[in-house]
């Protein structure tokens, strides 16, 4: 055992450390946040409900969330100073740049309250970054494409109030679906935690230094940015308007096969799930909901569909136990509720950083948790003298 990662030689990490907060059975295709199945959070609860599950380990009764409720709405704003942070950015930098710049920000904002032996400064910086991130991250947004910064709208709930700051175009107000915001809503709870992804492990080990939790999240949105992590959303789009109709889906496939090309289905395969993503299927049946109710017939829908049929069908994908993950509908919804494709990844921190705050608390609050100090498989050359120039 070395601190953080345990190794079991010749099969790579097999456990990292302890935590309470999510399950995974890979093999079945089972997530539970603190033991409630995805399935039934997806149905009957909310993001925020959830974000307090992760964070409590319990789901709160009517006076607890209405207060934590509160407390987030409380946090919501952002100081005007933060206006220098931002526009110290190129507008056209991508939005997930900018928002790992501001999180690294936010500490130099509350330094004051950064002694994190104090358990109601920790749970203080978690709530605050639950309620700044949308704000920051439409602020981003808007900043990018040159519209002004819209405040939030504190008699919204979480997930409207975000849209409401990010679409809301200058001249007039914004008319938002309910079935837009339910959409989000559930998106937000899907990809509200994951147990020990690259960006969950990420803001654990930032932590495990004693490092504050806004620039140990900065760090996770890092990680998640990635194409083979978060990033994936935004490659599935342009993966199925590259592929364009149905009928191009078996080049495709061919394509993904071949090594040699460097080409993977985005939205396909995972690192512990060798069965269907269990939020993959809910988004699917979602993603149909959503286009049927806003009459939207986007055609890389059918081109979606189609590359998961002849994927599942094909002795490469099944020998390998490659199945749609959580990224392969999500971006065609949020194409459909209007999110542009820069955005996408950013959506998914938004919602990550319930795990992630949950994530970094669990940790501080772990009496045999260490410095994270991964060791490795040593591959070099064995021990050997120095030798002079003239005898090289
Ligand atoms: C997320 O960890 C998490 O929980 C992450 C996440 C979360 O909520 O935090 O679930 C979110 O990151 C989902 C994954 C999003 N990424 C993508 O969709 C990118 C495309 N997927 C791949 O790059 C890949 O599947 C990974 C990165 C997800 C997993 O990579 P691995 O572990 O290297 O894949 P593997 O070991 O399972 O691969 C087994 C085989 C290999 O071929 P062989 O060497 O055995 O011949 O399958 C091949 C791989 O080359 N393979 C693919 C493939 N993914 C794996 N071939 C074609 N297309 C793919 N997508």
Known sequence: ETGCFTYDPGFGATASCKSAITYIDGDAGVLLYRGYPIEQLAEKSSFLEVAYLLMHGELPTKEQFSSFEHEVTHHTM????????????????????????????LASFYHNDLDLEDPEQRRLAAIRLIAKIPTIAAACYRYSIGWPIRYPKNNLEYTTRFLHMMKEVPSEPLELSPMAAKAMDLLFILHADHEQNASTSTVRLVGSTGANPYVSVAAGVAALWGPAHGGANEAVLKMLEEIGRPENVGS?????????????????GHRVYKNFDPRAKIIREMTHK???ELGINDPLLEVAMKLEEAALKDEYFVQR?????????SGIIYKALGIPTEMFTVMFAIARTAGWVSHWLEQQTDPEARIGRPRQIYTGSPVRDYVGFDQR
């Open 78 to 105: 952002m100081h005007e100073a933060f206006r220098t942070f931002l526009y110290g950015f190129r507008h056209d930098a991508h939005p997930m740049a900018m928002l790992t710049g501001m999180l690294g920000s």
């Open 252 to 268: 495709a496939i061919a394509k993904a096969k071949d090594k040699e090309s460097g080409f993977r289905l985005m939205g396909f």
């Open 290 to 292: 959503v286009l049927g």
């Open 321 to 329: 136990k490659l199945y749609p993950n959580v990224d392969f509908y």
